[in-house]
């Protein structure tokens, strides 16, 4: 064998074994953006559940303040144990930050801990749980829909 041949035969080996690498490398990419999005759909979907037991908690206490429907102690306790973990969900991904959620939704969050203007006496009981579920209702729309954008679904 020629060096000649011996030379095209090396460029030929190292060429196949770039395109190997290239092939590997954009699949291992495209494996890791796959993941990263797993994890960012499973936060949103974590926060939003969170979000939405809370406005049920919120719904079903304004009601039973009311009266439109009457708690027992067991359905107490369950729905203020969901509305518990809740805000530890929330509270946990406010904290957690824009490292795996978007610093737009990170904003949204942010604003659901603050206390708005129009906040009622602390003796209005209804008016503090009208409060409460108008704050985590308009925080679960505006994240839902950033969510669907953030994620291109």
Known sequence: MSSESIVILVAAILAFIASLAAIYSSRFRRFAQERWWERKAKAYEDIIQALSDLVQYYRTLSEAEIGERSLSKESRKEINEH????????????????????????RILQDYWKEGKNKPDPQDWYGIFEYNFEKASNTLDKLTVFARKDLRV
Do not use: C, M, V, Y
């Open 83 to 106: 509305s518990r973990q809740g805000f530890n969900t929330i509270r946990k991904a406010t904290d957690i930050g824009a490292f795996i959620i978007s610093p737009e939704a990170l």
